[in-house]
């Protein structure tokens, strides 16, 4: 098996290579340090008492591992506030006590027999483009890159993410593939993080459609008899580092020192077409709608009528209605910017209809 360390480069060299090769993030993983530095939100962001401030009403779901991506894992969750976790972060022997009653799947003993912390790794603090929280985290990506997810109608509630990650040595985010074609990015703002990661070329050496995915740090031949002869790519992510994910790159996390990061996911020119044709925002879109048919059928003035929204699968739904919103908002978007990527955006879904069997029906 071959192991190849992911490059690390100065934000400044990242952007004259990114100036020469638009599709740089998808052939290989990055590691650019030197600009989430200067975050305004960089040194607060550093301190838990701030964090717990800032964040601890939320309510939280910490879980050993984060999440399961394989058949044979086990997992165990609680359900928490942010501020109780961060008591347990800073107290973790007392987690018999501070997770008393709050176990949601497993219990306390399954708990300390699976031998790994609890990881609230996926605390949703961003829910749509104008949220203050942007003003802390700027610039988003180095330049040239630009995220074009405030374009994306509804793209902070399709499951496409903006997280606060906080965890103690030893937590897991096994391996797995982000949704929606999206580029995932880890900014680390304390600790050290381990990442491991597979190509999506590898990816039929580390997933097996039964099973799901390989475990790296505990490769099982007789579910992934092949795991060899997929490339390794590993990085231990360092403070001030942000690590870039390319589209279906399958990503493995262990956590090595307490560790804060933020982590999100983004979609540009390189990757809006594997964003519109995927079928994981249009089934979570598509479900919503048929939770609210009549909403729907009044919205779109009947375009969109009763018998094709019960009718219609989730996806093939979700695809329709996002046309629908896209078609009738491009026209009105406040720039320019705004208004291509959006038609862009709908050309693609277009072409994605227009080769739909269903609708041909
Ligand atoms: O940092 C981690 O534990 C995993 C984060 C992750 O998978 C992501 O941001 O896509
Ligand atoms: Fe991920």
């Given amino acids: 098996m071959e192991t190849k360390q992911i490059p690390i480069v100065s934000s400044a060299e990242f952007g004259r290579i990114a100036d020469r090769n638009p599709n740089l993030l998808h052939e290989n993983p990055w590691v650019v340090e030197g600009y989430i530095h200067s975050w305004p939100g960089y040194r607060q962001w550093q301190d838990l008492d701030y964090l717990r401030e800032r964040f601890g ?9 984060n999440f399961i991506t394989n058949r044979n894992q086990k997992l165990v969750s609680v359900e928490t506030s942010f501020e109780q976790y961060i008591r347990y972060i800073r107290q973790p022997d007392d987690v018999r006590e501070i997770y008393r009653n709050c176990w949601l799947e497993g219990d ?7 031998g790994m912390p609890l990881y609230c790794g996926t605390l949703r603090i961003v829910h749509h483009a104008n949220d ?11 330049a040239p890159l630009r995220a074009w997810n405030h374009a994306l109608p509804y793209y902070y509630s399709l499951f496409n993410h903006f997280w606060l990650l906080v965890s103690l040595p030893g937590a897991l985010t096994p391996l797995h593939v982000d949704n929606n074609g999206t580029i995932a990015t880890i900014a680390q703002l304390s600790g050290r993080k381990r990442a491991t990661l597979y190509s999506p070329a590898d990816l039929c050496h580390v997933r097996n459609s039964e099973i799901g995915f390989l475990d790296p740090e505990q490769p099982d031949d007789r579910d992934f008899p092949t795991w060899r002869r997929a490339v390794k790519w590993v990085a231990d992510l360092q403070v001030g580092q942000v690590l870039f994910v390319g589209t279906n790159w399958a990503h493995h996390v262990r956590t090595l ?27 979570a879109l598509g479900n919503r709608c048929k939770r609210n048919p009549e909403l729907v059928a009044a919205r779109t003035h009947g375009q969109i009528r009763r018998e094709d929204i019960d009718e219609l699968s989730a996806v ?7 046309a629908h919103v896209l078609r009738s908002t491009s026209a009105a978007a406040e720039t320019p910017e705004l208004t291509s990527i959006r038609r862009l955006y709908l050309a693609h879904l277009e072409q994605c209809l227009a080769s739909n069997e269903e609708l041909a029906a």
């Fill in 316 to 322: 093939t739904l979700g695809r329709c209605v996002m």
């Fill in 257 to 283: 020192d307490t560790s804060i990061s933020v982590s999100f996911d983004f979609v540009d020119h390189s990757n809006l077409a594997a964003y519109a044709t995927s079928a994981g925002w249009a089934a």
């Fill in 132 to 142: 203050a929280i942007f003003a802390d985290v700027d610039p988003l990506l180095p």
């Fill in 108 to 114: 306390h003993e399954q708990f300390v027999a699976l």
């Fill in 57 to 65: 009403d939320l309510q939280a779901f910490a879980k050993a591992p």
